[in-house]
């Protein structure tokens, strides 16, 4: 592809590209055009070292000169993909927002039905059920990061992975993580054709969340924020474990409690 | 106290209690007033339960009767409190929510100075440097509640533990939880005049965070969202400690490196 023919300059607000830019911070326009936004070059370039590059990357013009940004905009240019630069006003009406990165991309979605899931690639793969708050989604991507998880499945009607919060608290994990959308029968079923443990917090039947029996590849399933798992899956888990509740709550923010039981997981495969 | 007289009815959307309401949305206000909002029939019941009355009690008028309200109602005018009914409408102005909870308190803030806090009183204390973001700042407090910390002590420029997000985030911790605020000289001062370990996740001459020597009062230190604790808050812990990192990403969210540290420091402390 020539290289010129890529590289647009967008002078005015009302410009089709900067319309689709803003419609991307809309769940159903995410979903209907298949793609999602990153901002930041830390995002942009963690996703570029992981193998992702934007189909689109817009930046504001008459920016001083950064390598990774040229090493970003170099690629995407090689891939066929488009370079747009804009004024700063212009991105802050794209992105919504009165300081915008000054950089950001679009991505074609991910497949995320569960076929693209291969049990055996990691010990911990972490389960989230009606998840709704999108900064607990990007925090267990974060977390399943730096546990050395698989991925992140969604069950039931979950928050959007591919939102802006979520895509931005992840800080890059939504690049390395694999994420899986299914219904809760679609899961069980699916998990129950091969190896796996499946492992939820649990006040019913439960044992000490330390020192219980994990096996890899270990599920560990977490629900929603203010109603828990329903009864029906926690009794469906292989192992209920629960964690000390020392104060008036009998129950911890969603993402922690899933990143408490999955470190000790990961020290109980590997000790 | 004459219990009619302390009850109200507001009827017009520019009265001055909606405003104040209103108000106390924004830090400023709240500190100008010293008075933070809770909102809630469940964050209303908690704080009464651990003590704590609001000075205001705002409801929907028309409501259907709940002996929660009920109760929280009676107790409130015996303290001499206001209990103020209103429409939906004008309540969701004094809230600046579409939805807002059909009911809120106005709580006076608590002293926040070092001085209230017994460090012998619990064995584990929480302490976040620059922590910006109010939902982390409720999660910890909810984590500290938990595994039955002390409180949280809050160095530098926080986020306010006041504000109606870091509150809803706590579930109620925050009317269980000390929560004090230092400058970090302050802190450090006043941690050396008595027993006291302080530890922090770290990169930098560390040990393995499973199994650390760790001693109560164990003071966890958690640092900024983006840019981790500065080098010499870290030179000056007792004890710095790593958690496994096997992905990209040489980090955790803030609240999350909280708990998990936690949550060791509890089982090592009790094993």
């Known amino acids: 592809m020539n290289r010129a023919a890529a590289r647009r300059q967008i002078t005015g607000f009302s410009n089709l590209t900067i319309k689709y830019l803003r419609s991307l911070r809309e769940k159903k326009h995410r979903k209907r055009e298949g793609a999602f ?21 817009v930046m504001v013009s008459g920016r001083d000169p950064h390598p990774l940004v040229n090493a970003l ?55 989230a059920q009606a998840l709704r708050d999108p900064g607990n989604m990007g925090t267990m991507l974060r977390t399943g990061d730096a546990i050395g998880a698989g991925g992140l499945i969604l069950i039931d009607d979950c928050a959007d992975p591919f939102s802006v919060e979520a ?11 694999k994420v899986a959308r299914a219904s809760w029968g679609e899961f069980l079923a699916w998990l129950r054709e091969g190896e796996g443990q499946l492992v939820a917090a649990s006040l019913r039947d439960a044992v000490p969340y330390r020192g219980a029996p994990y096996q890899a590849p270990c599920f560990i399933l977490v629900g929603n924020e203010s109603q828990g798992l329903p009864e029906e899956y926690e009794a469906a888990c292989d192992l209920r474990v629960t964690m000390p509740m020392k104060g008036r709550a009998d129950s911890l923010n969603a993402a922690v ?8 997981v990961l020290d109980s495969l590997e000790g």
């Open 167 to 177: 895509v931005r608290a992840s800080m890059g994990a939504i690049f390395t993580q």
């Open 37 to 57: 936004l990153a901002e930041g070059v830390r995002l942009l370039t963690d996703a570029r070292e992981c193998g992702h590059l934007p189909k689109m990357l």
């Open 73 to 127: 905009e170099g690629d995407v240019l090689e891939q066929g993909g488009e370079v747009i630069e804009t004024s700063s006003d212009i991105l802050a009406k794209g992105t919504g927002k009165s300081n915008p990165q000054a950089i950001a991309g679009v991505f074609d979605e991910f497949d995320t039905s569960l076929s693209i899931i291969d049990r055996n690639s990691a010990p911990i793969w972490l389960v």
């Open 257 to 264: 409690a899933g990143a408490v039981l999955a470190y000790e």
